[in-house]
């Protein structure tokens, strides 16, 4: 039985790291082209088909990842307070009961620590390696020489757009959406791991 629980409990954490970390390479690819599409408008009509169907299979990422994860997340949660339960009510009758329990739960807190640390991770590594890119970014798309390759005119504007200026511009729009995207996951997951480090010190 107690096999069983901690192969259940693998599975919950890795489908959850699965969930999440779908919705987030969808989020930030759908909130990139539709920037890029509809606020910035770099992408020409020609392209604009491609792009659509692009953004359409990072908003299907998002739509699919973010259900998965929550359901898990909440069975996970549920799980550990009813884990929790017992063992306060019998830490209120009998200090035994407390040390033949804790065992399996052990395993369980040790899995929802490697969980939270590496969704900590994660974000924390979507946010740094972004951010690195910004500079380099805006270097290539406002102060770099031009290319000679340009696009044609589109309405509305007053010159030729060049192609290099048009793909800096669309890395950093990425590299800046990561950076808001990965930045608060890696914030809520180390608050929360610090503050269950805090309570398994205080107890």
Avoid: C
Avoid at 50 to 58: D, G, K, M, Q, V
Avoid at 63 to 85: C, D, K, S
Avoid at 146 to 163: A, D, E, R, Y
Wanted: net charge neutral.
């Amino acid at each position: 039985m107690k096999q069983r629980n901690v192969v259940r409990t693998i599975y919950l954490y890795l489908v959850t790291v699965v969930g999440i970390v779908m919705a987030l390479t969808g989020l930030i690819g759908a909130i990139t082209s539709v920037l890029n599409m509809y606020v910035f408008r770099l992408i020409t009509s020609d392209n604009m088909q491609n792009e659509l169907a692009t953004l359409l299979e990072f908003a299907s990422a998002v739509a699919v990842g973010v259900p998965v994860w929550l359901y898990h997340w909440n069975i996970i949660q549920e799980t550990r307070q009813h884990a929790l339960a017992p063992v306060t009510t019998a830490s209120t009758a009998t200090g035994e009961a407390v040390a033949a329990a804790p065992q399996p739960e052990v395993r369980r807190d040790l899995i929802r620590r490697l969980y939270i640390y590496l969704l900590s991770a994660i974000g924390l590594f979507i946010a740094m390696f972004s951010l690195i890119n910004v500079v380099p970014d805006i270097y290539r798309a406002f102060f770099m020489s031009t290319s000679p390759i340009t696009t044609p005119i589109q309405p509305g504007t007053t010159g030729p757009v060049s192609l290099r200026d048009t793909y800096a511009i669309q890395s950093l729009i990425r590299n800046i959406v990561a950076v808001l995207v990965g930045a608060p996951v890696w914030l809520y997951h180390w608050h929360l791991g610090q503050r269950e480090n805090r309570e398994l010190q205080g107890d």
